[in-house]
């Protein structure tokens, strides 16, 4: 009885260890962000973009942050869809698509397509 108890807290202990904390999940999309907003406005200069044509501060918004439970989550514990905003004068944004992987615990960035339209909120 009491090694039926102990085997069963090894087995709860185990499983509640392989799931990791939404707080850093949430935490470690930050600094992909963070290099692709760095990459997109290096990869406009280099296009011969100008520098006077971006933006100050360049700036993204996470538009969509959703955590999978159960069986969905499974595979990807975590999505977000983010607009990145780098052009002064123009109605131009890139938007992109993150997953979160369960099993390499790291971000997946699976989609990302420019559109034309402004930031709409302040």
């Known amino acids: ?5 102990i085997l069963l807290l090894l087995i709860f ?10 707080e850093r999940i949430e935490k470690k999309l ?6 692709d907003l760095k ?18 501060e360049p700036y ?5 942050f959703r955590l999978f439970e159960g069986a969905e989550a ?3 514990a975590a999505y977000a869809e983010v607009d990145f905003y780098i052009y ?7 938007k992109r698509k993150y997953r979160y992987e369960v099993h390499g615990r790291h971000w997946d960035r699976y ?11 302040p």
Do not use: H, W
């Open 1 to 5: 009885m009491i090694m039926k108890k």
């Open 13 to 22: 202990a185990l499983l509640s260890s392989c799931s990791e904390p939404t």
């Open 30 to 35: 930050l600094p992909y962000l963070q290099e």
């Open 39 to 56: 990459f997109m406005v290096a990869e406009a200069l280099n296009a011969n973009t100008k520098k006077e044509d971006l933006l100050d």
């Open 60 to 64: 993204y918004k996470i538009r969509d």
């Open 74 to 76: 499974e595979i990807y």
């Open 88 to 94: 002064r004068n123009m109605a131009l944004y890139a």
């Open 111 to 121: 989609y990302k397509v420019l559109k034309f339209g402004k930031d709409k909120t």
